[in-house]
């Protein structure tokens, strides 16, 4: 099992910027994709963005492409999530992800599903003023 801490959530206004980190346990870091997911309130929680583990192929939910940017740095066990152009519809808790069983050259469409993923973190808050 992989521990998922996150961090850098906050308040921002609409417009604004914020960049969340996962950092992640263990020394298989580097061997498998990692998802980001969002959940708002009342709402099921939803894909943003995945990443294999090179770090070379990114997927993204069209709500998100153009505004963020997941990227990965293995020798620090460390993904990210980039948001600029944020909205207050990004409004949500983002939580992180390990998909162990992903270790391809590319993320599949099926990165989507929550089922993909083995171990999660306990969720940053993100908050968008108007």
């Known amino acids: 099992q992989v521990q998922l801490v996150e961090s850098g959530g906050g308040l921002v206004q609409a417009g604004g910027s914020l960049r969340l980190s996962c950092a992640a346990s263990g020394r298989t870091f580097r061997t498998y994709a990692m998802g980001w997911f969002r959940q708002a309130p009342g709402k099921e929680r939803e894909f943003v963005a995945a990443?294999?583990?090179?770090?070379?192929?990114?997927y993204y939910a069209d709500s998100v492409k153009g505004r963020f940017t997941i990227s990965r740095d293995n020798a620090k066990n460390t993904v990210y999530l980039q948001m600029n152009s944020l909205k207050p519809e990004d409004t949500a808790v983002y939580y992180c992800?390990?998909?162990?069983?992903?270790?391809?050259?590319?993320?599949?469409?099926?990165?989507?599903?929550?089922?993909?993923?083995?171990?999660w973190g306990q969720g940053t808050q993100v908050t968008v003023s108007s």
């Open positions: 992800a390990a998909d162990r069983s992903n270790t391809g050259p590319s993320v599949p469409q099926r990165a989507q599903g929550r089922s993909e993923y083995d171990d």
């Open positions: 990443i294999n583990w090179s770090g070379r192929s990114t």
